[in-house]
């Protein structure tokens, strides 16, 4: 069916290192995976996406890795940082309607 | 440029009154969405238009629910004898194009609240 499954549901990492976040999906036909991050209060915005025809792609201390045999792709943030903490969505495609289905959200919370 | 702007920020309606919540696209973007996310949960799926094409109205949770998006652009999410479970944010999200490929810009969203 249109699924995408995230884990963790929540994240708490030490200041500095790194946080992973993985989702799977289930349409093989799915081409585009973005990440979303949403602060408390305000609205999602995308902050990368990855298209199927590349494994991974980096922007900063932001990758995504893409892995479509096993239908798997991942968030990972280095050296985070206090303006981290927020709600990270993985979301993907299905199939020819082209409708964006959301993970169920991933909490990250940055420690001093 | 404008972004996606929705209207009202914040509707409290009582149990069985219907409610009306109006999304403003980015001018151009032929694919609009609408999202609702109850407190502290993830983004459901409610319904996508794309263009021309009939809807995909597979996300509504009940009948009570529709949708119109009047030519191309304004869409009117409409909630028939509210309950309190539908106590939400909804949120519009407009895309240049379909899902595949495309960023999708948010609005700030609608708090409805039903008591």
């Known amino acids: 069916g249109e699924n995408v499954e995230q884990h963790p549901s929540t994240l708490s990492v030490q200041e500095g290192d790194s946080a992973v976040i993985k989702c799977t999906y289930s349409?093989?036909?799915?081409?585009?995976f973005p990440w979303y991050k949403q602060e408390l209060g305000k609205r999602p915005q995308l902050i990368i996406d990855?298209?199927?025809?590349?494994g991974e792609k980096k922007d900063q201390r932001i990758a995504v890795t893409l892995n479509k045999t096993a239908k798997h792709f991942s968030l990972h943030i280095t050296e985070t940082q206090p303006e981290d903490s927020a709600v990270y969505f993985c979301a993907a495609p299905y199939s020819s309607a082209s409708k964006i289905i959301f993970g169920s959200g991933t909490r990250l919370s940055i420690r001093p | 440029g404008a972004g996606v702007s929705q209207s009202p920020s914040n509707k409290v309606t009582e149990k069985g009154k219907d409610v009306e919540l109006r999304c403003d696209p980015i001018?151009?973007?032929?694919?609009l969405y609408w999202y609702r996310q109850s407190l502290g949960q993830g983004l459901e799926f409610l319904i996508y238009f794309q263009g021309n094409s009939a809807p995909d109205k597979s996300g509504l949770p009940s009948d009570r629910f529709s949708a119109e998006r009047t030519g191309g652009s304004v869409s009117t999410l409409t909630i028939q004898r509210t309950q309190q479970e539908d106590s939400a944010v909804y949120l519009c999200?407009?895309?240049?194009?379909?899902?595949?490929?495309?960023?999708?810009?948010f609005g700030p969203g609608t708090r409805l609240t039903v008591t």
């Open positions: 999200a407009s895309s240049p194009r379909g899902g595949n490929s495309y960023e999708q810009y």
């Open positions: 349409d093989s036909a799915s081409n585009y």
């Open positions: 001018s151009g973007h032929t694919a």
């Open positions: 990855i298209r199927s025809n590349v």
